[in-house]
């Protein structure tokens, strides 16, 4: 085993390439690992909270949805509501239309009677002022015994 | 396999594995292995054979060691630079991936054993982790291939897994000293003259006691660092040697020699991590005892 000049050069070799390492190769691996690091850390943690967000996003939407649901049903209760509330207007509507209609009707079946009345009775009084003159030719006049004719018309 | 000839015998072959492509001065007067005989004042050369190495002393350069642990090291600093460049912040895939595997393995061993707050220790741990595996990673290549071509070609020795040489393990491990020592007197000051007198006899009397066994517990860091590493490659990569030795004892021993071959091999995969590992730990360990106040 011989000791010589090697074990110099080996020294200044040793500290060249630890100077290298050290100035060169370090730094640079090592901060882009520390780096790369931080980057999964924070993509771990915006990981997580758009894990959080979605949870919340999806309450919410429930009670949305549910909100949206009572709403309808309030709607539709409503909306019933004011169907029955027209069908009923619309059926007083109907019974007092029907009811007039009705009223007139009889109005005018009583008007269209007395008319018809009156009518037969003037023709009968007539007919019978007719037959009457007839039997009695000149010796009733007609306008001496309008009143009592009128009275006879009125009677039946 | 010792496939030279004849001419070498196992001990030759395994000697040959072991030695070095060295380049060095020789001392003036040494007499070389063809006769001739170095002038005066010296003479740098390529060493040829263990003697001449050893003739050479410390000034001396292991120029396979250097360019493998080098060229592994610039592998290490090229791969991650291009990764660096390309990191963002965005999905990672291939290579980009594995390396961070790689940094977020060693980031948390450091924040697991060191508390302080220092941005070397980090790229210091990964740079001895990647580094340190990958020289032993060529403990994996099988002991003949490269040294064999480069003898083809001209080249007479290679030892291709730098952490078998222990100047390459201590010269780290006296790196990490060097910073144990810088971020000891940086973060205790004075402290760490008290550390060293005042521990663990609490006595003005036992102050060399204490200075003594200090130093030697502190010195052991480094030792002990630098040397366990080598250690288990030497050893790792002896018994490759000897497992390729066996090839050319016999026909009947191709057998049990691959069989051995694969399951030593698949053993080191467990022992260079580990041992990288170990490296990188103690490092961390030790660094962070020199910031800590007592």
Redesign the interface.
Known sequence: ???????????I???A??A???R??????????A??Q??IADGLAAADRAGHDLEVAKQQADERLAEAKREAAGIIEAANKRAQAVVEEAKDAAIAEADRVKAAAAAEIEQERARAQEQLMTQVSALALAGAEKILAAEIDADKHADLLKSLAAES | MAANGDSQTVSEYIVHHLT?L?Y?KLPGGYERYDGSVVAEGGQWTMAHGADE??A???????VD??IW??GL?LL??WL??R???R????V?SGLVNF??MV??FV?STVRDTFHGRN??I???A??IFV?VFLMNLMDLIPVDLIPHSLMLAGVEYQKIVPST????T???A??VFVLMLFYSIKVKGFGFVKELTLNPFNHPLFIPVNLFMEVVGLLAKPFSLGLRLFGNMYAGEMIFILIAALFSVGLFWLLPAALLQIGWAIFHILVITLQAFIFMVLTIVYLSMAHEDH
């Open positions: 085993m011989n000791i010589n000049l090697t074990l110099i050069g080996q020294l070799a040793f500290m390439f630890v290298f390492c050290m060169y190769v370090w730094p640079p691996i090592a901060g882009a690992m780096e790369r931080n980057r | 070095n060295t060095g190495i050893t050479m002393g410390f000034n001396a350069i292991h060691s250097m642990s080098v090291g290490f600093c991650f630079r990764v660096a460049v990191a963002t912040s965005g990672p390396v961070e940094v977020e980031d941005p070397l980090a790229p210091l990964l740079t580094w040489d222990p100047n390459i201590m010269g780290m006296i790196g």
